[in-house]
């Protein structure tokens, strides 16, 4: 499946009421030191990567830790297809630094 | 704030280490926002791992005159949880240990950082329950259910934040980071001034939470659900007042008007045989009792009028044939009418918290929906009416300059129809920074202005530089 391009990716994120029932499920937040390990936090850096923000290695960390194991996606009210996002946002970031980060 | 962003942020690093300070920018940004669609940008977050911790912090804000706000899961809905001017969130998502579970005294000792279903899902292998049950419970935590007084669904049994917290640990905005124990591990208890209940709902403007001692409760032996439809409001009225004549306090009574039902019916392809005004009851009952209680619900709600009618004799049959369905559809089918209705895909969705005496649900629903004629948006009411707490909802686009206007202005209209009705602004979400005004014209409506002015007096008395989640509340 081919990933989605930036504006498809806003379009996506831009759903996200930041309601946070998404976290409850996450199995990489409970391990993660910030909101950026989950999927809350992902679907916002993937917006920020999206619209040119800074992929720092916080962020890199955030969106790299994902296991797109779509637990979240069950338990968010807007439909919002997380592990969608943040495929789109690695090929982002290889498209942008043609190369890839790990 | 003294000294320059950089200094302060390597200040913070020196005072807890490193690993417990984070300033990238874009990290800071997911704890300077909330649902309600306020954000803004903090200039680090800390996440303090013990009360020594927060109290160093607290001591070095207020040598630097350092702005500080105190930060749960971020799910409120009031503004109370966005940093308004520069200064550190604090968030207490590291402080999530559940130190002592005791049966016998009927208390949990919890972290601030606690999720309210994880607790509850420890305290279910004993077979008790902490009662209060935000909608956002899932990810909401104690400290942020203490500070924002949170309700839910079994209010209307169990009342809110302020009925089942028995003791907190506190740290003080002041030069010392002042630790203090304040309340009891005892239900009973009697200590001058009621210091728990003040800080209950104040939002993190007081005092920072550190620990709290929590009453718990065992878990119902039994609940009998029913989920009913009636053609008209005043027969919803009529079930309220019947179920409540009869000496029976519900578990939990939920309400979603017809159009509402219809539209998010229609928005989450939920069938509905025959759509009307949903009436959702619980009532927890002996085991031994529940074909009795059955029979009894059933009958008190067809003679009321309910067209159709469903009853389960438990919560897991409830769950399997979708009682809650519709209920829990509200949210989502908001964001999704939202969407539709503001034809952009960035919408917010305001979710109002007014209540009203349950006795006087008519004329708040007519008045929500004369509103929403008036006003042009497009509304979903639902709520809470056994404690006749409501929250309509509107959807819209934050960039259209007219649409915000218009939610603007509904939003005050809304308020003020719950003062006309006997109630209140804000039942479970609090004041933050939206419902100031409101809070303002509610003790105006009481004839007692004067009550801000202690409120705002109390704030000098434990926050005298006024550094702690400055601009919400008073």
Known sequence: ?102 | MSGNPGRIVDGLKSLLGRDRVVDDEAVVRLYSREPSGLESQALAVVFPETVRDVSRLARYAYSRDLKLYPQGSSTSLSGSSVPLEEGVVVSFERMNQVSEVSVVDSIAVVGPGVRIDELNLMLAEKGYMFPVDPASAAVATVGGAINSGAGGMRSAKYGTMRDWVLGLQLVLPDEHGTVLRVGCRTLKCRQGYDLVRLIVGSEGTLAMVTEAILRITPLPEQVVVALAFYPELRNVAEAVVAVKEQSVQPYLMEFMDRKTVEAAAKAMNIPVETPGHMLLVGVDVNREATGRFVEWLGKTLRATGAVKLHVADTLREAEDKGFFTLRRSLFPAQIKLAREAAGSRRVLVYIEDIAVPPSRLVDAVEGLRSLEDKYGLPTMIGGHVGDGNLHPAVGFDPHNEDQARRVEEWFEEVMELALKLGGTISSEHGIGTLKRSGLRREFEHLGSAKALELMRGLKRLFDPKGILNPGKVV
């Open chain 1, 1 to 102: 499946m081919a990933a989605w391009g930036r504006s498809r990716l806003l379009e996506e994120a831009g759903k996200c009421a930041y309601c946070g029932f998404c976290e409850a499920v996450c199995p990489t937040l409970p391990y993660g030191r910030h909101r950026g390990y989950g999927p809350r936090g992902r679907v916002l850096l993937t917006a920020h990567l999206a619209r040119g923000g800074k992929a720092s290695p916080e962020v890199l960390s955030s969106i790299y830790t994902c296991l797109t194991c779509a637990a979240c996606t069950l338990k968010c009210p807007a439909g919002i297809d997380i592990p969608a996002l943040v495929r789109a946002a690695r090929s982002l970031l290889v498209a942008v630094h043609e190369k890839t980060i790990i």
